[in-house]
């Protein structure tokens, strides 16, 4: 059975950083796409960042670029999200997803099949 699990998450002040990961089990992400979404409450699902295993292509959010690093390690089966200079609008739930997408999107959400339970990320002001 495939699974996703995030952890990493906390609470942080504001220009902190935290690392998520996502380790997946019962499937090899060499062949899959990877995507960070998060929801704050009472806001709509948003794309943060994906990972295209396959080419190492990476994608960001305007919101976060330059501040979130997406990565993978393939011997672990694990995606990491390194989060820096955070601000109290990253406060959310963070999650991980994946789907055999030969292109990774941070815009479509409902293209990916296999979701975590998330992590909750809060960053105080």
């Known amino acids: 059975q495939m699974h996703l699990v995030e952890s990493g998450g906390g609470l942080v002040q504001s220009g902190g950083s935290l690392r998520l990961s996502c380790s997946a089990s019962?499937?090899?992400?060499?062949?899959?796409?990877v995507g960070w979404f998060r929801q704050a409450p009472g806001r709509e699902r948003e794309g943060v960042s994906c990972?295209?295993?396959?080419?190492?292509?990476?994608r960001y959010a305007g919101s976060v670029k330059g501040r979130f690093i997406i990565s993978v390690d393939n011997g672990k089966n694990m995606v990491y999200l390194q989060m820096n200079n955070l601000k109290p609008e990253d406060t959310a739930q963070y999650y991980c997803?994946?789907?055999?997408?030969?292109?990774?999107?941070?815009?479509?959400?409902?293209?990916?099949?296999?979701w975590g339970q998330g992590t909750q990320v809060t960053v105080s002001s």
């Open positions: 019962g499937f090899n992400l060499d062949y899959y796409s």
């Open positions: 990972l295209t295993i396959s080419s190492n292509d990476t």
């Open positions: 997803a994946a789907a055999p997408l030969p292109i990774c999107t941070v815009e479509v959400p409902q293209l990916y099949d296999y």
